[in-house]
């Protein structure tokens, strides 16, 4: 029991301290080089913690290895935490927002960037594709898209897929266009539109490091300054 208790708090703490800092699992995975998944188990009290896992949270968080295994729950008596009662005040507004985006397929808008691709898909009149690996979406005529968000604040370049090879790469080649939204924290900036042949460069990249190595690549990066270059700007609309 103790045992149990001890990693259900510890994966509420590293929930806390990452989601303070306005990161996605995707983000504090890449940070710790760990498997987003194995972030999401740790979180949900799903899996046991190595030590050098440990190690890893607490240096992408920025904290010392301790902090990471937060004292016992204070006695009943205690006075509530500071914002227990906005944040229930809250949490209907939020419970909105959740029933929006499962209508749309987003399971949790917490999760992944789940608020920030509900965003982009209204207002690009999209609907997000379901059990499709990817943020891909389709509009009304059956065009199929590849969406992207980032958060400028944190990182200058956008994720693409944690086991990248040529299966996935047929798919980045197949779709008519890529969406890229630009973030700063939770405020939609910009949104470009690119097409797959304007990313080729990355593709025929990729391409060629996976048949050297014959192993998929680890999520490679699409730089933002690449996409404000040569993307097309679709929000906001250009005067």
Known sequence: MRRHTLSVRFGQRIRDLREAKGWSQEVLATAAGVHRTHVS????????????????LADALGVAARDLFPPDA??????PRPGREELERLLPYLREYQTLATAHGIDDVFQDNGGKLLQTLLLLDLQKLPRREGNDATDARGNEYELKTVNVRLTGSFSTHHHLNPVILKKYRAVTAWYFSLYENIELTKIFRLAPADLEPFFAKWEAKWAKDKKDINNPKIPVSFVEQHGELVYPKPA
């Open 41 to 56: 188990l740790i979180e949900n009290a799903k899996r046991e913690v190595q030590l050098d896992t440990v190690e890893k």
């Open 74 to 79: 204070p006695p009943a008596s205690a006075a």
